[in-house]
């Protein structure tokens, strides 16, 4: 294709319902419907929940996306959507109405992995220079902590870790649940540590002691964290006020460090100037902070896509599969499924062989 291809993207893995259009690397639009207060009366994503509402969002969605591109479905010269990782039945609804529309109106389809996408959203910042390789990617969202080494965005994506138990964005929810904060906790906590101390209380860093650095150097753990903080606040005496405001800014400053600290060390171990933040979590303004000015001192140049491309979106999916189109990659066979725990190395799913 000579031309900058126009792709539709779906995402559909956890509780957003995201749809994408995208003209090669020029956002054209990005609607998200989200159902994030239909899961708040339970403190936390419920599959069946989000399932059900992306399918009740899911052709709104793509009329709004169609009216704001100002596009016609038979203009696409494509269609993505996220095969996974993330919820099954969520990733499912998603899977369906993409082999429908391309079946339908005759395009090829591309299958595509959601953290690979979060990384792609950093190529539809109109305002920042080129993505240039190599270049370490920590992704910090509600399910996931990755901390990647990106050599090649269509073609050589290499895990150096992940999370162990719970993500930085589900620990952040559990400790806002602990202090009687509502969910989602991320907001929560960094409304509340704005006005704390975050050097009150020195809670653990996980995996970050001498002798995890063999096996775990940029893997994280963020459970024992989560059960520091409820010891702690189990040990305060009887009838004491918890102080929510400082328990917070030390949790986060926990966190933060955590994530930023591993990141720096992979920059500098294989000698990549360069780090690339993404995933819901960057909204936080601690995290963001603290990791420019750290790189900085580090000779370490920070990239952000912009925050409402930072939450999961289907623009950053229509942007990847873009992506794979200019590089001249088949598309994906009709008969790929929902992945919940596709590896982050595999960033196309099922590509045709050409016959």
Known sequence: MNREPLVLGIETSCDETGIGIVRGRTLLSNTIASSMDEHARYGGVVPEVAARAHLEALQ????????????????????????GPGLAGALMVGIGAAKALAVALGKPLYAVNHLVGHIAADILDAEAPPLEYPTVALLVSGGH?????????????????????????????????????????????????ASGDPASIRFPRGLSRASDMDKHRYDFSFSGLKTAVARWVEQQPEGAEIPVADVAA??????????????????????????????????????????????????????????????????????????????????????????????????????????
């Open 60 to 83: 709104p969605a793509i009329e709004a996306a169609l009216a704001e591109a100002r596009v016609a479905l038979s203009d696409l010269d494509a269609v993505a959507v996220t095969s």
């Open 145 to 193: 902590t990755s901390l990647l080494l990106v050599r090649d965005l269509t073609s050589d994506v290499e895990l150096l870790g992940e999370t162990v138990d719970d993500a930085a964005g589900e620990a952040f929810d559990k400790v806002a649940r602990l202090l009687g904060l509502p969910y989602p906790g991320g907001p929560q906590i960094d409304r509340a540590a």
């Open 250 to 355: 030390s949790f986060r400053e926990s966190v933060v460090d955590v994530l930023v600290t591993k990141a720096l060390d992979a920059c500098a171990r294989y000698e990549v100037p360069r780090l690339l933040l993404g995933g819901g979590v960057i909204a936080n303004r601690r995290l963001r902070d603290v990791a420019l000015e750290r790189a900085d001192a580090a000779g370490v140049t920070v990239r952000i896509p912009p925050l409402s491309l930072c939450t999961d979106n289907g623009a950053m999916i229509a942007a990847l599969a873009s992506e794979l189109i200019m590089a001249g990659r088949a598309p994906s066979s009709l008969g790929f499924g929902a992945d919940s725990t596709l590896p982050v190395t595999q960033i196309q799913v099922d590509e045709a062989v050409p016959a």
